[in-house]
């Protein structure tokens, strides 16, 4: 089965978005000079594409216009995503929101270039919410943002 390979992002300034990202726990893989640089968590090439070839200074999209909703970082277990979202909002990144959707529980935010960025943890399969025809019933409640916040360490 394809799985999507890595976002590119069209960015502003480069070392911001390197920063920004770099509170995820995205490191630089390759970096070419202050145009461009790969990150990844793990050492893999790169999850994350930024370069700054055709944006650099610019101001962010308007937001009533076609293009990226948000990309969404998937964390392997609650506790890891609660140490993300305490990382981003203790560098003075507010949350736009927070949501349970049943398959999983997501908090969202916008990087330094007004860029969509969900950060998310998906429920075991075993627990998704299914319709009776086996299609998925998947929500929008709110998330217990606090319960969250405790996980973690």
């Not at 920004?20 to 790169?46: D, I, N």
């Not at 398959?103 to 950060?119: C, R």
């Amino acid at each position: 089965m394809p799985a999507i390979g890595h976002v590119h992002l069209k960015v502003s300034d480069l070392d911001r978005a390197i920063a920004f990202y770099g509170l995820l726990g995205l490191s630089v893989q390759a970096r070419y000079g202050a145009e461009a640089a790969f990150l990844s968590w793990g050492g893999y090439h790169h999850h994350l594409g930024l370069n700054t070839w055709r944006s650099k200074g610019a101001a962010p999209a308007p937001e009533h216009h076609p293009g990226l909703f948000h990309a969404a970082f998937l964390f392997e277990d609650r506790p890891a995503l609660a140490r993300a979202v305490r990382a981003v909002t203790a560098a003075g990144h507010p949350l736009a929101g927070a949501s349970d959707h049943g398959v999983s529980e997501a908090v969202y935010l916008s990087d330094p270039d007004g860029n969509g960025v969900e950060l998310c943890r998906d429920r075991p399969r075993a627990e998704w919410p299914r319709c009776p025809d086996g299609s998925l019933a998947m929500t929008t409640e709110p998330l217990d943002l606090a319960a969250l916040l405790a996980e973690g360490g």
